[in-house]
């Protein structure tokens, strides 16, 4: 139903050859889906054996990538990363959410830079936790970066694409926030506890959460695989709102209250270094997509959490 929706209402495009890193995870396989109702080809590039006539196995770690499979893409969109919040944030697991973005966007843009005719456009993943904790500042595409583990993360993320943006291929850095949907993501740890009525906000609530459904998420890159914005772009909706305000949007679809909150004491001992960036406060707005014609569908906190949790 959600793709449907957004096929129906995203205007026609040429049919384009369009390469995937990072298709199995809930952003990827919700863009697949929706890239090939829209009439694209679509080829995903995969660790270890192809299990598809559309996968193509390639090896970051060892900087495997056969130039073929890049030819005749029209774009490129690279989505891959070990999750931030999967595990504990030792040094060696940092290490790993490092070279897992790093690594495999250098060997993207290098092999697509060594190509006669390379695709035309590079859509490389980043995030909001580029411009750090911020407090209260709106913060747009020309804001610079922040300060902390993931700020740094985001700017050598970003840096690893500078190849391919030197050869002449449009690369758009997509700064994206907390995807709402009911399929997976935050929301898969958040509504089970918000449904006993225990949750609520974390530490004060006051800080800004960037947010974006994941119909809106794949609809903007799906909508920047075509277009000729380069540069970041903020995948996150126009209305920004606090932890609290998100918080309470969600218990409302639940019917619960979102009265008791988390200690951000209670953050860092349960998840170390990475439970105090919980309460970074980050008011991102998305110029670049709204300047290029983008239309949200779910521009409010209460759209979007009646989309991805209500019934």
Not at 10 to 27: E, F, H, Q, W
Not at 207 to 229: C, F, G, K, N, R
């Given at each position: 139903m959600l793709l449907t929706a957004w096929v129906v209402e995203t205007p026609y495009r040429v049919p384009m050859d369009i390469v995937i890193a990072g298709s199995r995870g809930l952003i990827g396989t919700?863009?697949?889906?929706?890239l090939r109702a829209q009439g694209h080809q679509v080829r995903r590039l995969v660790r270890g054996s192809?299990?598809?006539?559309?996968e193509v196995p390639w090896d970051p770690a060892r900087g495997h990538l056969d130039v073929g499979v890049l030819r005749g893409a029209d774009a490129v969109v690279?989505?891959?990363g070990a999750g931030v919040g999967d595990k504990t944030w030792t040094a060696a697991y940092k290490r790993t959410i490092l070279e897992s973005r790093v690594g495999p966007t250098s060997l993207l843009a290098s092999t697509m830079a060594?190509?006669?005719v390379p695709p035309r456009r590079f859509l490389q993943a980043s995030a909001v936790g580029y411009y750090g904790d911020r407090g209260s500042l709106v913060l747009t595409e020309s804001t610079g970066p922040g300060h902390g583990f993931l700020a740094g993360v985001c700017t050598r993320w970003e840096s690893a694409a500078d190849p391919a943006r030197e050869a002449g291929i449009g690369v758009a850095h997509l700064r994206t926030g907390v995807v709402l949907s009911r399929q997976g993501g935050a929301l898969a740890r958040l509504v089970p506890v918000l449904r006993t009525g225990l949750g609520g906000p974390l530490g004060r609530g006051d800080q800004y959460w960037p947010w974006i459904t994941l119909a809106d998420e794949v609809?903007?890159?799906s909508h920047l695989v075509s277009s000729d914005v380069s540069g970041p772009v903020n995948l996150s909706a126009p209305v920004p709102?606090?932890?609290l305000e998100l918080t309470r949007a969600i218990a409302d679809q639940v019917h619960r209250p979102a009265v008791i909150p988390?200690?951000?004491i209670a953050l860092r001992v349960a998840l170390g270094e990475f439970g105090t960036t919980l309460v970074d406060s980050q008011r991102v707005v998305p110029a670049a997509l709204e300047d290029d014609g983008f239309v949200f569908r779910h521009r409010t906190i209460e759209d979007g959490a009646r989309w991805a949790v209500g019934r």
């Amino acid at each position: 139903m959600l793709l449907t929706a957004w096929v129906v209402e995203t205007p026609y495009r040429v049919p384009m050859d369009i390469v995937i890193a990072g298709s199995r995870g809930l952003i990827g396989t919700a863009l697949v889906d929706l890239l090939r109702a829209q009439g694209h080809q679509v080829r995903r590039l995969v660790r270890g054996s192809a299990g598809g006539r559309d996968e193509v196995p390639w090896d970051p770690a060892r900087g495997h990538l056969d130039v073929g499979v890049l030819r005749g893409a029209d774009a490129v969109v690279n989505l891959g990363g070990a999750g931030v919040g999967d595990k504990t944030w030792t040094a060696a697991y940092k290490r790993t959410i490092l070279e897992s973005r790093v690594g495999p966007t250098s060997l993207l843009a290098s092999t697509m830079a060594s190509m006669d005719v390379p695709p035309r456009r590079f859509l490389q993943a980043s995030a909001v936790g580029y411009y750090g904790d911020r407090g209260s500042l709106v913060l747009t595409e020309s804001t610079g970066p922040g300060h902390g583990f993931l700020a740094g993360v985001c700017t050598r993320w970003e840096s690893a694409a500078d190849p391919a943006r030197e050869a002449g291929i449009g690369v758009a850095h997509l700064r994206t926030g907390v995807v709402l949907s009911r399929q997976g993501g935050a929301l898969a740890r958040l509504v089970p506890v918000l449904r006993t009525g225990l949750g609520g906000p974390l530490g004060r609530g006051d800080q800004y959460w960037p947010w974006i459904t994941l119909a809106d998420e794949v609809a903007a890159i799906s909508h920047l695989v075509s277009s000729d914005v380069s540069g970041p772009v903020n995948l996150s909706a126009p209305v920004p709102v606090t932890n609290l305000e998100l918080t309470r949007a969600i218990a409302d679809q639940v019917h619960r209250p979102a009265v008791i909150p988390v200690p951000e004491i209670a953050l860092r001992v349960a998840l170390g270094e990475f439970g105090t960036t919980l309460v970074d406060s980050q008011r991102v707005v998305p110029a670049a997509l709204e300047d290029d014609g983008f239309v949200f569908r779910h521009r409010t906190i209460e759209d979007g959490a009646r989309w991805a949790v209500g019934r």
